[in-house]
């Protein structure tokens, strides 16, 4: 008899939702079989920490339960060739590795994968202004140019000329699933536009921009790709476009966590009254949610009040740093202009 090994018990309406977060975050076990009951579905995992499990739950209730999952057909897996498994992250057909044991990681992932054609290692961290990276080739073919696909839409992304990450899934479905279709959203550091489309896809109006001219370049491709209309795309610093939209969004989506807080005024000033605001920032775990205090007095300096609706870690980011969210609707008073 086949021994029993951990699962998530979860009802089949979330089961998809579950299995792509898990898979998402390196915890779905490929090695095994899902199986389901009329109301559930099982999902083999490896393991989760409580970050994670407090993202899975934040999607859908579970149950951690012991199950005879049957293992799937044995399939080689780089871990076959390596004795590890190596850690990296796929973009499109593009493998991202570790810089160090870069080739012989990449040779197990290429003769194990049919899908991954490239693979390539950073040589940077994400840096600059732009959020973006310097790789080198170590093999497949020479590019960093790929076609990605998320939530049925597609992605053109230059991993090099543009910031891209598709570690963000999960929490791009749970800003689609606050966003209703009659809503205006303004997406201030849109990126190739991975939040705004989906978004747009939606029905929501959207105002994405971005200053990178390479991001706006990829943004308005996959705007054309996805045959996505109801979106405007500006280039340039958000930090004055923002201002043309006084009292105008629904929501403002604040994806640049490094800095996010510098950009708190134009944000508040660009949200209806009663609007919300979703602010990401990097934070220490023993003072995840500090900014709270930086948005408190920057609504202050408007005479408006926050009303924090959500707040939760996005991923880990570094050792004891993570990249959070925190949700927060708008009071307007008499706004102070400047
Ligand atoms: C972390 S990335 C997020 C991109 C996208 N939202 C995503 O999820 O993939 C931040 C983006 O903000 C852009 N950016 C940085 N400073 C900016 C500014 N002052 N005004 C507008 N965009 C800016 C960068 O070029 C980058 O594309």
Redesign the pocket.
Known sequence: MQDKSPGLKVSRKNGEKIRKALVEMGAFDRTRKICSDESHVYLPILDIDEIEAAKIRSIGQFELAAINFQLEEHVLCPEDFLGFRPSFEVVGDIAMVEDSDAERVAAALMSTSKSIKTVIAPISD?EG????RRFRHVAGEARTVTLHKEHGLRYRVDLEG????PR?GTE?LRIAGLVSPDDVVL??????????LLLAKKGADVIA????PV?VKYLRENALLNKVNNIMILE????D?ALRYENLADHV?M?????AS??LLPAIRAAKPDGIIHY?CIAPEDDLYGDEARIRRAAEEMNAGVEVLYKEIVRSYAPHRHNVVIDFRVKKHDLILY
């Open positions: 994400v202004e732009f959020r973006t543009a910031y891209f990450t963000l791009r997406d201030m550091f849109a990126g190739v536009g991975p939040f705004a921009m971005d200053k990178n991001a340039g610093d958000a930090a476009l989506i994806n640049l966590p490094h800095s510098a950009f990401y």
